[in-house]
C-alpha cells in the first residue's frame, strides 16, 4: 500500500533499558546530604538498636511461638479481604467522580480524609450499627473498619493515578471503537492505572498488617496484638517479630514496587510511588 | 427551508454530488443542545453526501464541537434527529454506532503498542487475532508508520500519535469518519502533511467524514464543503469557493479569509478599473458598508493618491500593504511584490477597486 509519510523528530526516549543514567546519583549541596544522613539515622538507629536487643538467634523462634500462625493468618486474611474490597469500592468510585462528577472532586478529598481525624472507637461503633448480623461476631468484622481505615490512602492513589490520565478522552475513544463500559475498564482503565491499583494495594496491605487499635479494642488477636500481648511474656521475641512483620512487609512493598514500575515504564505509563503520581510526558510534534 | 437556504446557504447536500456510494449519509435536522444557560446549538440542519468531507468552522463556543460529539454519541441533543443513511441512530450508544473518532488531544491507549492500538476496536469486533493483527499492519503501513509498530505511544512523536489515531479510527471501517480538530496540538509543518494525509487516505476510502476545526485554512483546503457556524447554527455551507467568493453573511465574509470594510460613501471617493469597473452600480445605500477581499483592491504610487501607506509585509510573491484612506479607515491590499516598488509606509498611493464588493452590508 502506498503510504504518505513524513520526516518527524521522535523525542529520545530511550535512556537504556532500565532507564537509569549517571544521574542516578545526583551531585547533592552538602547540607542535603547531612540533612539526608540526620533522618535516615532517625529511622535506622532504633532498628539496628531492636536488633542488638533481639540478637539474631530470636528469629526463628518467632513462628513456633504460640498463637503466632493464628494471628499471623488471620492478618493476612483480613489483608487480602480488605485490599479486594477496597479496590472494589474506590477504584470505581474514583473513575465516576473524575469522569461524572469533576466538581465533586474536591469534597470527595474532604470526605475520605474524615477516617483519619475520626477517633477509631467512634469508626467501631458506626460499622457495628451498620454490620449485617453474621459479621459481627466474627473477626472478619475487622475488614469492614480496615476498609473505611484505608479508604484516604486508597482513594488518593486512584486520584492521583486518574489525574495523570486524560480520562474522558481515552474513554470516549474506546466507546467510539466499539468497547462498552466493561471492556473500557478492563482493557484501558486497569492497565493504565497497575500503579495507582498496586500503590493502593500496597498501602492497605501495610496499614492492615500494622494495625493494632482497632483489632485490640474488639478483642481480636491480629499479628499487631499477638505481638503486644506476648511481650509481656518475653521482650526479646516479641521484638523479634516486630521486627520479622517489617521487614517481611517491606519486602512486599519493594516487590510490588518494582513489578509495578517495570511494567509501567515498559508501557510508558504514569510513573507512581507509593504516595505520588507523575504524568508520562508524551511525544512532542 | 430556512431562510439562509433561500439565500443560498441551504446545508442540504448538492444535487447530483454524491461522491461515493460506500460511505453513509448523515443528517442532522433541527439539532439544539444546551448547557444550563448557555445555548450550544440552536437547529442546526447538516447533510453529509456518502463519501464527502464536510468541514465544521466557526470560532470557539459556536457549537462545531457539541455538534460532532452528539453525532458520535458522547452527548445528547436536546431535541432534534441524527440520522446514518435514513436510519435515527439518537438511542443507539456510542460504541454501537460504528463511528472512527480522532481526537483533538493525544487519544492513544498509554498501555497498548501502536499496532495494538489500531487493532482494539477489530478486537472489539471479535475479529480473530491473525486477522486482526494483519488488518492492524495494512491500516498502519497505509499511514507510513510500519516501522513503529511495536513502539508504544509516549515513544511517538505527536503527529506520528495522530497517524496511528487515524489508523486506529479508520481500521473498524467506519460508516462515518469523526474529526475533532484532530491536528490542533501539532506544529506547522507536521499539520500540512497529516493533512494532506487525511485527505488522501478520506477521499481512497471513501468515507464520510465531518471535522471540526478553527482553522479556516485547514477547512478549506480539506475539505469538499464548509460549513460555517454561529451561535449554534450554520451560517452558510458551501464549497471552499463559493463561500471564499460568495459570502452569504458579513459575518462568514470577515471569518473567512481577509476582508476590508468600506464605508458606501468612501467607496463612491475610490477609482474602478477590472471586472469592477463593468456595469458598475455607485448606488450603494446610505449606511452600508462594502466588503472587499484584499486582491480587490489595487494600489499605484500617486503624489495626490487617496491614501497613505502604514505598513507593509512581505508575503513570498504577495506584499500585504495596508492603507490609510480619509476617515482613519484602513484597508489591506494584496498585490504582486514585483508591482509594489516605491510602496513604502508613509507614500500616498491611489487605491483603486479592482473587483465588486463580495458583499453589502449593513453599517455595525
Known amino acids: 500500500m502506498a503510504a504518505v509519510t513524513g520526516d518527524e523528530i521522535v523525542p529520545d526516549v530511550a535512556a537504556g533499558p532500565g532507564g537509569r543514567s549517571a544521574a542516578a546519583w545526583p551531585r547533592l549541596p552538602v547540607w542535603r546530604w547531612v540533612i539526608l544522613l540526620v533522618v535516615g539515622g532517625y529511622f535506622v538507629i532504633p532498628l539496628i538498636a531492636a536488633l542488638r536487643f533481639t540478637g539474631v538467634s530470636s528469629f526463628p523462634s518467632v513462628i513456633h511461638q504460640e498463637g503466632f500462625s493464628a494471628a499471623f493468618e488471620l492478618s493476612i486474611k483480613l489483608a487480602v479481604i480488605t485490599t479486594a474490597a477496597t479496590l472494589v469500592l474506590m477504584l470505581p468510585t474514583a473513575v465516576y467522580v473524575h469522569l461524572r462528577l469533576p466538581r465533586l472532586r474536591r469534597l470527595m478529598e474532604g470526605i475520605t480524609i474524615l477516617p483519619i481525624v475520626i477517633p477509631p472507637v467512634v469508626l467501631i461503633v458506626g460499622v457495628l450499627e451498620i454490620a449485617p448480623g453474621f459479621l459481627k461476631s466474627t473477626p472478619y468484622l475487622l475488614a469492614l473498619e480496615y476498609v473505611i481505615l484505608a479508604m484516604p490512602f486508597a482513594y488518593r492513589s486512584f486520584d492521583a493515578g486518574l489525574r495523570a490520565l486524560d480520562l474522558q478522552t481515552l474513554v470516549e475513544a474506546a466507546h467510539s471503537l466499539g468497547a462498552g463500559w466493561r471492556s473500557t475498564l478492563w482493557r484501558v482503565l486497569l492497565p493504565n492505572l497497575r500503579a495507582s491499583l498496586l500503590s493502593a494495594t500496597v498501602l492497605t496491605v501495610a496499614l492492615v498488617l500494622g494495625e493494632f487499635t482497632m483489632a485490640s479494642l474488639d478483642l481480636y488477636q491480629t499479628f499487631p496484638v499477638w505481638i503486644v500481648a506476648f511481650d509481656q511474656t518475653s521482650g526479646p521475641i516479641s521484638v523479634a517479630a516486630s521486627l520479622l512483620a517489617l521487614f517481611v512487609t517491606w519486602i512486599f512493598l519493594l516487590a510490588i514496587s518494582m513489578i509495578g514500575g517495570r511494567r509501567s515504564r515498559r508501557a510508558g505509563g504514569a510513573e507512581v510511588s507509593l504516595f505520588s503520581v507523575s504524568r508520562r510526558s508524551t511525544g512532542g510534534s | ?364
Not at chain 2, 39 to 49: K, P, Q
Not at chain 2, 59 to 64: E, L, N, Q
Not at chain 2, 201 to 208: A, K
Not at chain 2, 318 to 338: I, K, N, P, W
Open chain 2, 1 to 364: 427551508m430556512t431562510t439562509k437556504a433561500a439565500r443560498g446557504t441551504s446545508a442540504a447536500i448538492p444535487a447530483g454530488d454524491a461522491r461515493n456510494a460506500s460511505g453513509a449519509t448523515v443528517h442532522l435536522q433541527d439539532l439544539s443542545r444546551s448547557f444550563g444557560p448557555v445555548r450550544a446549538l440552536a437547529g442546526l440542519n447538516l447533510d453529509l453526501a456518502p463519501g464527502e468531507l464536510v468541514a465544521l468552522l466557526g470560532p470557539s463556543g459556536c457549537g462545531k464541537t457539541t455538534a460532532l460529539r452528539i453525532v458520535a454519541g458522547f452527548e445528547t441533543a436536546d431535541s432534534g434527529v441524527v440520522e446514518v443513511d435514513g436510519k435515527d441512530v439518537s438511542p443507539i450508544p456510542a460504541a454501537k454506532r460504528d463511528m472512527g473518532m480522532v481526537f483533538q488531544s493525544y487519544s492513544l491507549f498509554p498501555n497498548m503498542s501502536a499496532q495494538d492500538n489500531v487493532a482494539f476496536g477489530l478486537r472489539m469486533r471479535k475479529l480473530a487475532g491473525a486477522g486482526r493483527q494483519r488488518r492492524a499492519a495494512e491500516l498502519l503501513e497505509m499511514v507510513g508508520l510500519s516501522a513503529q509498530a511495536r513502539q508504544y505511544p509516549h515513544q511517538l512523536s505527536g503527529g506520528q500519535q495522530q497517524r496511528v489515531a487515524l489508523a486506529r479510527a479508520l481500521a473498524i471501517e467506519p460508516r462515518v469518519l469523526l474529526l475533532d480538530e484532530p491536528l490542533s496540538a501539532l506544529d506547522a509543518k507536521v499539520r500540512l502533511q497529516l493533512r494532506e494525509q487525511i485527505r488522501a487516505l478520506q477521499q481512497r476510502l471513501g468515507t464520510t467524514t465531518l471535522f471540526v476545526t478553527h482553522d479556516q485554512e485547514e477547512a478549506l483546503s480539506m475539505a469538499d464543503r464548509v460549513g460555517v457556524m454561529k451561535d449554534g447554527t450554520l451560517e452558510q455551507i458551501a464549497t471552499p469557493s463559493e463561500l471564499y467568493a460568495h459570502p452569504a453573511t458579513a459575518f462568514v465574509a470577515e471569518f473567512v479569509g481577509i476582508m476590508n470594510r468600506i464605508p458606501s460613501e468612501m467607496l463612491s471617493l475610490i477609482s474602478r478599473s477590472g471586472a469592477a469597473a463593468d456595469g458598475r452600480d455607485d448606488g450603494l445605500p446610505g449606511e452600508t458598508d462594502a466588503l472587499v477581499r484584499p486582491e480587490g483592491l489595487r494600489i499605484a504610487a500617486s503624489p495626490h493618491g487617496n491614501g497613505i501607506v502604514t505598513s507593509r509585509t512581505f508575503l513570498g510573491q504577495l506584499t500585504r500593504v495596508s492603507v490609510r484612506l480619509s476617515g482613519d479607515v484602513v484597508v489591506q491590499v494584496d498585490q504582486q511584490s514585483t508591482d509594489t516598488g516605491g510602496i513604502t509606509p508613509g507614500a500616498s498611493v491611489e487605491v483603486s477597486l479592482v473587483d465588486p464588493p463580495v458583499l453589502v452590508t449593513d453599517r455595525t
